[in-house]
């Protein structure tokens, strides 16, 4: 039983709030011991590891001298390091002066540029590696399909299905199957199955092979809702099936795809079949960019569920590497769509309703949440690489504009003036509070 998918039963909003501070919390803890640990190696001390603002709810003392403590308001977090005049930093110039030479090394201010800046870059790299290695633990554990493809699960389903769990596939509909590592061979294979409601899938059972009648492969199943997405606001769950579309029966995702594609955004008629009973929801798609492999933006209207087959296909172990090699491409497939649809929104070509706030991301923590643990950490692992991406933006205040400093300072061999520096933060702090109220208004105005 997934008790993180029966919390949400006793209250929508308290549950999705608890789920955007956990979220938030374990992603925050990840970048700033990233600071604070770097900063140890290097030599720095830190007086405060604080997670929240406000005021100190607990706190100890370590025999480093550091105080961890958590606050009252628990939407970030901070290291001050020694020498430090607050918590965002900046130089404690009356401390400091009466600081030995051996003692303001051991500062933030006072130690080498090589130093300030890794202890800096720390932060994103550990949000980075956090999510790297959620996706290396979920690739281990769902592992490799097995070779040959044979069945691992059955989905529930509401037409005839004939197969059973540990069937070895041959053919379908009389057509071999090809190699499942052979990704372009497998999905043309794929497409080129007649649409029709039931199969004849050859499989290998109890060391003899025969033919059995199946569902077709991919029904209008969803295996996952996106949140706030417009399926997710019309009350689907991941499992169910749709069977008919303004009263038409369908049997095929790709006819559900064509019937919101086609529906120019018009209110649709679903019949949804749910643990074995009936019920009619009622959808209306939404408008989408979508990015394409050339990296530009397509718009076109989806209702927000991802598909699958009527089955799991059998898994074998995945080994570390393979693992954590797709756990990078993963992370930095995230990293790409992120920076293209910045682009894309800053140039006009998709609309700025893509970028979301802090309402925005709370309503999705809760919704991940709700579909299960599996789901929630997988949130977590694309939320921490969205953070140590925003943080290493060359903007004063955040960690890519000390670095910006920090190459000024090793370019010139002097680090900024203090006046500039005041004045710097000053503007970075308003672009990022008019760039946090802009994300707002998206979340409260944006359909």
């Not at 370590?62 to 390091?81: E, H, I, S």
């Not at 769950?237 to 019937?259: S, Y």
């Not at 927000?304 to 087959?309: A, D, F, N, Q």
């Not at 923590?365 to 929630?376: C, L, V, Y």
């Amino acid at each position: 039983m997934d008790i993180a998918a029966l919390l949400p039963q006793f209250g929508g909003v308290i549950w999705t709030i608890l789920a955007f501070l956990i979220a938030l919390s374990v992603i925050v803890a990840i970048h700033e011991y990233g600071h604070y640990i770097v900063g140890r190696w290097s030599g720095i001390d830190a007086d405060v590891f604080s997670l929240g603002f406000g005021p100190v709810l607990f706190s100890r003392v370590d025999k480093r001298g550091t105080k961890w403590q958590f606050a009252l308001l628990p939407l970030g977090g901070y290291v001050k390091f020694k020498g430090d005049s607050n918590a965002s930093g900046g130089k404690d110039d009356e401390a400091m002066a009466a600081l030995s030479d051996a003692e303001r090394r051991r500062t933030m201010n006072g130690a080498p540029l090589w130093a300030r800046a890794a202890t800096v870059a720390a932060g994103p790299v550990f949000n980075f590696a956090l999510s790297i290695l959620i996706f290396t633990g979920v690739f281990m554990l769902r592992g490799e399909v097995s070779d040959p493809v044979a069945v691992g699960e059955l989905r529930a389903v509401p037409s005839q299905n004939e197969l059973q769990v540990g069937d070895e596939l041959v053919a379908i509909n009389g057509v071999p199957l090809p190699d499942f590592e052979e990704p372009d061979a497998f999905d043309t294979f794929l497409r080129e199955l007649p649409v029709a409601e039931h199969l004849d899938y050859t499989v290998i059972r109890d060391d003899g092979q025969q033919v059995v009648e199946g569902p077709y492969v991919f029904p209008p199943v969803a295996t996952q809702i996106i949140p706030r997405s417009a399926a997710d606001d019309a009350g689907f769950r991941p499992g169910d099936i749709v069977t008919a579309i303004n009263g038409e029966d369908v049997f095929a995702f790709d006819q559900l795809r064509e019937a919101v594609e086609g529906s120019n955004g018009n209110t649709l008629g679903l019949t949804v079949w749910r643990d074995g009973d009936y019920r009619d929801l009622e959808l209306t798609p939404r408008r989408t960019d979508e990015p394409q492999s050339d990296g530009s933006f397509k718009t076109v209207y989806r209702m927000g569920i991802v598909g699958g087959m009527f089955f799991e296909p059998a898994t074998e172990f995945a080994g570390p590497f393979s693992a954590f090699s797709a756990g990078i491409q993963q992370t930095g497939r995230i990293i790409e769509g992120s920076l293209s649809g910045l682009y894309h929104m800053v140039t006009g070509a998709i609309s700025t309703c893509n970028l979301s706030g802090p309402i925005g991301i709370a309503e999705t923590s809760g919704s991940m949440a709700s579909q299960g643990t599996a789901s929630f950490i997988w949130f977590i692992a694309v939320l921490s690489t969205a953070v140590g991406l925003l943080n290493l933006f060359p903007i004063p205040v955040l960690d890519g504009g000390h670095l910006v400093f920090h190459a000024y300072e090793a370019v010139t061999g002097k680090p900024p003036s203090d006046v500039a520096l005041r004045r710097l933060m000053a503007v970075g702090l308003t672009m990022l509070l008019s760039l946090m109220l802009f994300a707002v208004s998206n979340d409260l105005f944006c359909p």
